[in-house]
C-alpha cells in the first residue's frame, strides 16, 4: 500500500498485523481521489473508520488543510500515527480515538467547530450504510462532500437525514456512493 500521488506519493504505508481491518485498495483510493481532485486543496477532511489512515494521508498528500482521523481501535490508532510518521506528516491533523457516533457528538460540541468539506466513510462491511451515514450529516459544510466505502453487493440509501446519493462507483467488489446536501 503506498501513497498515490501529491507531496508524499509513493510512500509506503504499513498495513495491519492482524485481521478485521480491511485498508482501501490503491485502485480504489486512486478512482476516489480522481473524482474529489477538485475539491481537496484546503478542504477540511474527515476520515471517518480510518484504519491506516491511508484516506486521510492521501488527502493531505494532495493538499488538504487539515484531517481529523477517527478510529476506536487503539492497534489501528498507532497505525495511522506510524503511517502519517513515515510520510513525515507533523501537523495539520488530529486523531481522535472513538466509536464512530461518539466521535461526531464530540466535534459538533467543540467550541472550535467548522464543518468538514469532505467526509469519508469506511466502515467495516458488514455494518449496515444507515447506521455508518447516521448523523453525518450534520458535520458536513453545506456544498460538501460525503463518500461511503460499502461492499459492490451493499444496497445504499438514495436519500437519508439530509443527504441525496449523488453519485455510485463500482471497483472490484467495493463501492464508493457518494452523497450531498440536499439544497
Request: proline share 5%.
Amino acid at each position: 500500500m503506498r501513497v498515490i500521488a501529491g507531496v508524499h506519493k509513493g510512500r509506503i504505508l504499513e498495513t495491519p498485523t492482524w485481521d478485521g481491518l480491511r485498508p482501501t485498495s490503491d485502485r480504489l483510493r486512486e478512482t476516489l481521489f480522481n473524482v474529489l481532485a477538485p475539491r481537496v486543496a484546503d478542504a477540511r477532511v474527515l476520515d471517518v473508520y480510518a484504519g491506516t489512515g491511508a484516506l486521510g494521508i492521501e488527502a493531505l498528500s494532495r493538499g488538504a488543510a487539515h484531517v481529523t482521523f477517527v478510529e476506536a481501535d487503539r492497534r489501528a490508532q498507532a497505525l495511522i500515527e506510524a503511517n502519517l510518521g513515515r510520510c513525515r506528516i507533523e501537523s495539520g491533523y488530529a486523531i481522535i480515538r472513538a466509536p464512530a457516533g461518539r466521535a461526531f457528538e464530540t466535534l459538533r460540541r467543540s467550541a472550535s467547530f467548522t464543518a468538514f468539506d469532505i467526509v469519508l466513510l469506511d466502515p467495516p462491511y458488514e455494518m449496515p450504510a444507515d447506521v455508518a451515514l447516521a448523523g453525518v450529516d450534520s458535520l458536513v459544510a453545506k456544498d460538501g462532500v460525503i463518500v461511503l466505502e460499502h461492499a459492490k453487493r451493499t444496497v445504499v440509501p438514495s436519500e437519508i437525514d439530509s443527504l441525496v446519493c449523488t453519485r455510485r462507483l463500482v471497483s472490484g467488489d467495493s463501492a464508493l456512493a457518494f452523497y450531498a446536501c440536499r439544497p
